[in-house]
Nanobody, 125 residues
Framework: VQLQACGGGSVQPGGSLRLSCAAS?????????MSWYRQVPGRERELVAR???????DSSDSVKGRFTISGDIANSMVYLQMNALEPEDTAVYYC???????????????????WGQGTQVTVSS
């Protein structure tokens, strides 16, 4: 099972993009959280926004009011609507999940983490 992210691209400052992420190659037994991270060269990967299975969401201060995370956690799908994009938002964006991959893992209480392949977002005039 892999996470597939898409929706990145190049936009001008003030523009919008919508990122999507879904599990492929099978199904995940039970997902707890799905998140979006981003990373620029030379810096650590940082959390952008997170959504839990109970529907609660959280986002970093730098994107509050501009980015919105949504999705269907039970079916391992998550989206990131990005509005009012700024050059500082330029990064590779990764989706991430914490889950029990299968009933076998659930019975052993072994959580796993999944990462998507990353999608480039470039904000430039």
């Amino acid at each position: 099972v892999q996470l597939q992210a898409c929706g990145g691209g190049s936009v001008q400052p003030g523009g919008s993009l919508r990122l999507s992420c879904a599990a492929s190659g099978g199904s995940i037994y039970r997902t707890f959280t799905m998140s979006w991270y981003r990373q620029v060269p030379g810096r650590e990967r940082e959390l952008v926004a997170r959504m839990s299975s109970d529907g609660t969401t959280d986002s970093s201060d730098s994107v509050k009011g501009r980015f919105t995370i949504s999705g269907d956690i039970a079916n391992s799908m998550v989206y990131l609507q990005m509005n009012a994009l700024e050059p500082e938002d330029t990064a590779v964006y990764y989706c991430h999940s914490q889950a029990y991959a299968s009933l076998y893992e659930y019975r052993r209480r072994r959580r796993q983490e999944f990462w998507g392949q990353g999608t480039q977002v470039t904000v430039s005039s």
